[in-house]
């Protein structure tokens, strides 16, 4: 897929429920990055959003429904090793 700004991005699958962010260009380096509720400081092992400039902008369940990746949505992110790191679990029908 790509962003607004034509910088190609997708999730390689690195475990049966882990995904891993990629995107082409340096809009990586304008990405901002935000807690969850209740949070009193950034954890970036346990974010609850994250939006490289251009997007696209990706968030876990907390107060709202998580970004869904091959159906599934997204429960946990983390950074860690310099790339976006989304734990997904099948999306439970209310």
Same mark, same amino acid.
């Given at each position: !897929? ?21 995107? #082409?260009?340096?809009? !990586? ?10 949070? #009193? ?11 490289? #400039?251009?997007?696209?902008?990706? #968030?876990?369940?907390? %107060? ?8 599934? %949505? ?21």
């Amino acid at each position: !897929m790509k962003n607004r700004y034509g910088d190609e991005w997708h999730w390689e699958k690195i475990a049966t429920n882990q995904y891993k962010f990629h995107m #082409s260009g340096d809009n !990586m380096k304008y990405c901002r990055c935000g807690g969850k509720l209740g949070q #009193s400081k950034i954890d970036m092992q346990d974010l609850g959003m994250f939006d490289p #400039s251009g997007g696209p902008y990706i #968030s876990c369940r907390d %107060e709202y429904p998580g970004t869904m990746i091959e159906g599934k %949505e997204i429960i946990h992110i983390g950074h860690h090793d310099e790339h976006f790191v989304a734990t997904v679990e099948e999306k439970e029908d209310a």
